[in-house]
């Protein structure tokens, strides 16, 4: 039999800010074709635990490895296959989409550059705004052209921190059926953090509930319900949200 | 490597190609100090100073060298925040070496570019040619261009250890600079102890070498290989400076935060 290969593996993770705990004693592993749900309210340490991983803030306790090598000594190697795309950051405003993705290829080394952009545009339906200045994109536009950022170098890892935040559920769906192509056709994997929980449900395989920087629930979406006895996983979320002392739920024992 | 480097000029380039405020900066605010300063000189030379003319023209466009060439650098980093897309850019494999290169890149392109303007608006207008200072102007040019380049890396230092709120040190600290570096008078004029402080600048090496030049006398032998030596120093200290704030940037969130927060 074989196993899917780990690509992020995190173990007792931890980043201090002030003498606050932002993110401690995190562990889970992240494999080849898997969506892994960050979820959480806001302050539990979701971001942070991306920016980690992605060596834009330094941990300053635990071990990551990514790809199996460590973002800290191997930084250039591990950012060429994996990416990053947020809803709260932008591109040059003043760039056009052609122009921003054309600087973001050849930062990726990417080869066959129009083709690529020009495939990547067409995956997320924003073809006809290639030559719109950024500034001048809808939120949605936006986003995707966040994504088609995201996509350029095929990364094997994809970080994605509430990437259909502000979209319209149309766009949204888009946005999902994309990234359940590029699981699909790739075998990519993504971290994937969001508010939304209805979306959690449909993407995610599995997810790890944080609150207060540190873990308090993991499992399928099937799993978290059932051992914290609600019908949803907005349930799960809003009891979560309100209690700060809840019980480490889901199989965390097994740590996957 | 180069590459990179070639991507992150190209994203300035094509800001540049749409930006008119952008290309003011460069341009339009360096030609207009120079029409101002230049019929003021005009006017000095007539009723006090016969000559005064030559020694403040240069000195205008030599002072653009400097600080055109470390505003860029600031501008190139403080531009990505602006905007958002400094998380962006340090997600990338990209390195900090590499982002100090583009930058300083940048810095040269850009004051390259007012220099020129400056030079063909001061022969156009006064009829001055700072090539009367001999052909040590074009060793003097990379002396200010390297030194704009180390202050500019300091400065974007201590944008990233101090967040955003330090971005008033983009302009702040060539404006420290300029009396420190006897721009427009001779460095002795200056109190002993801040002729010390001035002697540790290559810049001020470079105006004193570029007035004796302008006089139709022998610079000092020590102006030129001076600048070039205190350049040295300057742009480690820059660069470390630099580097090792990126860092701290990492360790204290400020690098992420100042984007997401």
């Known amino acids: 039999m074989k196993f899917p290969t780990t690509v992020v593996k995190t173990r007792e993770l931890g980043k201090t800010f002030d003498n606050i705990k932002a993110v401690y004693g995190l562990t889970f592993n992240l494999v080849q074709g898997e969506i892994l749900g960050l979820l959480g309210p806001n302050g539990a340490g979701k971001t942070t635990t991306i920016q980690l991983l992605l060596g834009l803030t330094t941990y300053d306790a635990g071990e990551v490895s990514i790809l199996g090598m460590d973002p800290t000594r191997q930084r250039r190697e591990v950012l060429s296959r994996v990416n990053f795309s947020s809803a709260y950051t932008s591109m040059p405003t003043n760039l056009t989409v052609w122009e921003n993705l054309n600087v973001f290829s050849l930062l990726y080394g990417v080869k066959n550059r129009k083709k690529k952009i020009e495939e990547v545009l067409e995956r997320l339906k924003i073809t006809e705004a290639r030559h719109k200045v950024t500034g001048m994109l809808s939120s949605g536009q936006l986003t995707r052209l966040n994504l088609c950022k995201a996509l350029l170098n095929d990364p094997e890892v994809l970080f994605l921190d509430e990437p259909t935040a502000s979209l319209d559920p149309d766009i949204a769906d888009v946005v999902r059926q994309t990234l359940q192509g590029l699981r699909r056709e790739r075998g990519m994997a993504m971290l994937y953090t969001s508010h939304n929980m209805y979306e959690v449900e449909e993407l995610c395989d599995r997810v790890i509930f944080l609150h207060h920087g540190h873990e308090v629930a993991r499992g399928t979406p099937d799993e978290v319900k059932l051992a914290m006895n609600e019908k949803s996983l907005e349930g799960v979320f809003v009891r979560i949200a309100r209690g700060g002392d809840v019980e480490t739920a889901g199989n965390g024992d097994g740590r996957n | ?261």
């Open chain 2, 1 to 261: 490597m180069w590459q990179r480097i070639y991507a992150l000029v190209l994203r300035h380039v094509y800001l540049h190609k749409r930006s008119l405020a952008r290309n003011m900066e460069i341009v339009f605010w360096p030609v207009m100090g120079l029409l101002v300063w230049g019929f003021f000189t005009k006017y000095i030379e007539r009723v006090a100073l016969p000559g005064a003319g030559a020694f403040f023209l240069g000195s205008l466009i030599l002072w653009e060298v400097l600080y055109r060439s470390q505003q860029a650098i600031s501008y190139s980093i403080t531009e990505e925040f602006w905007v958002g897309n400094v998380i962006n850019l340090f997600i990338s494999p990209i390195s900090t070496l590499e982002i100090g290169a583009a930058t300083c890149v940048m810095g040269l392109l850009k004051s390259t570019v007012t220099t020129v303007f400056l030079m063909l608006m001061a022969f156009v207008f006064y009829g001055f040619d700072l090539f009367d200072a001999g052909l040590l102007l074009i060793p003097y040019y990379g002396c200010l261009l390297v030194f704009g380049w180390a202050v500019g890396l300091l400065t974007m230092g201590m944008i990233f250890r101090f967040g955003r709120g330090a971005e008033a040190l983009i302009w702040g600290v060539p404006f420290l600079l300029e009396p420190l570096s006897a721009v427009f008078y001779p460095a002795d004029v200056l109190p002993r102890w801040l002729w010390w402080v001035s002697m540790c600048l290559p810049s001020t090496h470079v105006f004193e070498g570029m007035r004796a030049a302008l006089a139709g006398k022998d610079a000092g032998p020590w102006d030129l290989p001076m600048a070039f030596l205190l350049n040295v120093p300057w742009l480690a200290a820059g660069g470390l400076y630099f580097s090792r704030m990126l860092a701290r940037a990492r360790e204290i969130g400020n690098l992420a935060r100042q984007v997401v927060d």
